[in-house]
């Protein structure tokens, strides 16, 4: 698992081996907002070159998604529901 962080400071988790893929995406994801990857710009970048297909995760989704499960647990519940 390598981390890179976007040209906004969004962190993202990678499951890679290829250490030619690895040099790759240093050199990309930090030119690139999180927005733009989501809208595929990593795509099109990576595009030229033959890598084996990756997942990609963000740190800071999974914060926001602890956050949020913590504070709907959080919420007093009516009794005998």
């Not at 893929?21 to 994801?29: C, E, H």
């Amino acid at each position: 698992m390598h981390k890179f962080e976007t040209k906004d400071g969004k962190t993202l988790s990678i499951k890679i081996k290829d250490e030619e893929a690895i040099k790759t995406l240093i050199n990309i994801i930090p030119r690139l907002t999180y927005e733009e990857i989501l809208d595929g710009r990593l795509e099109e970048k990576l595009a030229e070159y033959h890598l084996d297909p990756v997942e990609i995760s963000s740190v800071e989704d999974h914060n926001s998604l602890a956050e949020n499960l913590a504070r709907f647990n959080s919420i007093p519940k009516p009794s005998g529901v």
